[in-house]
């Protein structure tokens, strides 16, 4: 939990927060602890047991072994939807330079 609330808290209210987190991963130029934490934790180029050697060390969090596993697992997943999204890309690329070849390809065999 970041922050406090001193009012009676409503949990039938549903609230959206938005957190700026920088695309350069630049945690170091913010006075914001919880943003440098967020931006930390989404930091593709930090591996998982990194991330969770930050949150205890940095940030003073009591990971559990579940905690420690999730932080891992979500690492892993993003690693994975990332490749996936790669490998698509790659098919997609071949097909339309297949189709670009095939019409160069009739083009020049009709002249």
Do not use: W
């Not at 989404?42 to 050697?53: A, Y």
């Amino acid at each position: 939990m970041y922050g406090s609330n001193t009012d009676k808290p409503r949990y039938d209210i549903l609230n959206a927060i938005i957190v700026y987190i920088s695309g350069k991963h630049d945690s170091e130029n913010t006075d914001n602890e919880l943003v440098r934490m967020l931006t930390d934790l989404f930091d593709e180029r930090i591996d998982g047991v990194e991330k969770v050697k930050k949150l205890k060390s940095e940030y003073g969090l009591r990971m559990t072994k579940e905690v420690e596993g999730e932080v891992t697992d979500m690492c892993t997943y993003a690693t994975a939807m990332e490749n996936k999204g790669v490998e698509k890309g790659i098919e997609q690329g071949i097909g339309i330079g297949r189709e670009q070849g095939i019409g160069i390809g009739l083009e020049a065999g009709k002249r």
